[in-house]
């Protein structure tokens, strides 16, 4: 599987971005699929994560309320929906699949897959 992330770019405080990632390969409803980010000198952590099917999501505190996770299986896409978006939320962000497990995980090394990353920056 092939993950290409895109839709990033520069938004100031409380606008949106919508985030995808399109995934090669026709297995992709096989992938329980995640967004992470990582900021400068921070260490990459998950903001979201979406079952294979997608009818379980998981946010953290951080993100709750303000980031919507989707998927699209016969578009083999996954989606991060941002609103009321924080200068705090500027970061790197990378989408992740995993196969097996439970469906999403802040562990990094349990992901089979990762996609190149997209800039998002929030101004004040």
């Known amino acids: 599987v092939q993950l290409q992330a895109s839709g990033g770019g520069l938004v100031q405080a409380g606008g949106s971005l919508r985030l995808s990632c399109a995934a090669s390969?026709?297995?992709?409803?096989?992938?329980?699929m995640a967004w992470f980010r990582q900021a400068p000198e921070k260490e990459r952590e998950l903001v979201a994560g979406i079952s294979w099917s997608g009818d379980s999501t998981y946010y953290p505190s951080s993100v709750k309320g303000r980031f919507t996770i989707s998927r699209d299986n016969p578009a083999n896409t996954v989606y991060l929906q941002m609103n009321s978006l924080k200068p705090e939320d500027t970061a790197v962000y990378y989408c992740a699949a995993k196969a097996s497990g439970v469906f999403y995980s802040t562990r990094q090394a349990v992901y089979d897959y990762w996609g190149q990353g997209t800039q998002v920056t929030v101004s004040s």
């Open positions: 390969g026709p297995t992709f409803r096989d992938y329980a």
